[in-house]
């Protein structure tokens, strides 16, 4: 175990496009990496969420790097605002993935490269995996989903479209909050955002984090639902390397998922797909935020060994 590791370092990575997609890297002190672990994180968030989980891999050896996706955290200053984005925005945050990953890989040739996506980033990282995949020694979605929950995507996409007829893309949709409004039924209302986790100060730090919990603009969400379709569709399924390794970790209490419904169905696809190595496990009382849980040190503990035994 490594003794200590180095600050948190932010810097910007510039895009194809001009746009400056903030990073943060963390690394062992005194070590080349073991291993690269790159977070894709969900809607709505930002990359420094996952500090104290980054300073956890630190602590044992592994290289984390984290950005905030375009109309995120200190990215949206760039991109028009929290929740707003320009064409095309889904391909260019997955383009951002893999140009940021291939910039760390290039100072640590010959480290493996994991890529763990939570939420919205596990679509982002299965969408990556699609692409990318041979660049990649691990794929890890945390709170994961296989399609929005309660929504039929083809009137999704009619119904946003006609938004953008009429606003444009940069309009504020009220999509992914009324998508979402239900999730907080089934638990105490105090927030509002219960559904995440069970530790309430954790909740709190949510609520009063300026970057957490925005709408999204309507063509952000409308590309969010194409996306959608892509990753699930049978023939880009199929261009996952089969060979590459699979874990899913989720909260049981998730609302997300449907009662597991939308975890059985990925896993599903995996399977169908081939995938050798899929591994899963179910958090019981958890909700959507795993690493932020109550549970978390548990949740920390299976995700290191997960790599310890895979890279």
């Not at 938004?163 to 999509?175: A, N, P, W, Y």
Request: glycine share 10%.
């Amino acid at each position: 175990m490594v003794d200590a590791t180095q600050p948190l370092r932010q810097d910007f990575h510039q895009a194809l496009d001009g746009a400056r997609i903030a990073t943060y890297t963390w690394l062992p002190e005194s070590a080349q990496p073991r291993a690269l672990v790159q977070i894709a994180h969900g809607a709505a968030e930002h990359g420094r969420r996952y500090d104290r989980f980054a300073r956890f891999l630190t602590g044992h050896g592994y290289g984390v790097l984290a950005s905030d996706h375009r109309g995120h955290g200190a990215t949206a200053a760039s991109t028009g605002g929290r929740g707003v984005v320009g064409e095309n925005a889904w391909r260019a945050i997955v383009a951002d993935l893999k140009g940021i990953g291939d910039h760390l890989a290039a100072d640590h040739p010959g480290v493996p490269l994991v890529l763990l996506g939570h939420s919205m980033g596990s679509m982002l990282a299965r969408d990556y995996a699609q692409e990318y995949g041979a660049d990649l020694a691990g794929l890890i979605l945390t709170g994961t989903f296989r399609t929005l929950p309660g929504a039929e995507l083809d009137t999704a996409v009619a119904e946003l479209d006609r938004e953008i007829s009429v606003h444009g893309r940069t309009h504020l949709s009220t999509f992914i909050p009324r998508t979402f409004s239900s999730f907080n039924d089934a638990f105490a209302h105090r927030t509002g955002f219960e559904w995440l986790s069970r530790d309430a100060a954790e909740v709190d730090r949510y609520v009063a984090d300026e970057d957490c919990g925005f709408p999204f603009c309507a063509g952000l969400a409308v590309d969010w639902v194409h996306a959608i379709r892509k990753i699930n569709d049978p023939g880009n399924l199929a261009r996952i390397p089969r060979g590459l390794p699979v874990h899913i970790a989720v909260g049981d209490q998730d609302p997300c998922h449907q009662g597991m419904t939308l975890v059985y169905e990925l896993l599903e696809d995996f399977r169908y797909l081939g995938t050798r190595d899929l591994t899963w496990k179910g958090y019981p009382d958890a909700r959507h935020e795993i690493l932020n849980e109550t549970n978390r040190e548990e949740v920390q503990d299976d995700l290191l060994a997960w790599l310890e035994k895979h890279v």
